[in-house]
Nanobody, 119 residues
Framework: QVQLVESGGGSVRTGDSLRLSCAASGGSFSPYAFGWFRQAPGKDREFVAG????????YYADSVKGRFTISSDVAKITVYLQMNSLKPEDTAVYYC????????????WGQGTQVTVSS
């Protein structure tokens, strides 16, 4: 069973930066894609950033373009989300997700990590 473990959340002020990590483990997982999602209180979960494993072109939600960067460490099967110029509206629980095949839905989800941005 694939496990995704996130880390790196915290409480910061407007304009600060944070880097989230998501490490995949369990069995012989061969990832097809990873994604980062977030869910703010009272709101639906939304897509933040994603990447096809081994492909260099990531994709982002419009709300984070130019501020967030998704990257990976292939050897560690770990993805990162570098978040710069954070805003209060970025406050949410951030989730890492992964899938091992080319399908619409992600198969595996992390437990989530809280990011709180105060003004």
């Amino acid at each position: 069973q694939v496990q995704l473990v996130e880390s790196g959340g915290g409480s910061v002020r407007t304009g600060d930066s944070l880097r989230l990590s998501c490490a995949a483990s369990g069995g012989s997982f061969s990832p097809y894609a990873f994604g980062w999602f977030r869910q703010a209180p009272g709101k639906d979960r939304e897509f933040v950033a994603g990447m096809i494993w081994g492909v260099s072109t990531p994709y982002y939600a419009d709300s984070v373009k130019g501020r967030f960067t998704i990257s990976s460490d292939v050897a560690k099967i770990t993805v990162y989300l570098q978040m710069n110029s954070l805003k209060p509206e970025d406050t949410a629980v951030y989730y890492c997700a992964a899938k091992g095949r080319k399908v619409d839905d992600f198969d595996f989800w992390g437990q989530g990590t809280q990011v709180t941005v105060s003004s």
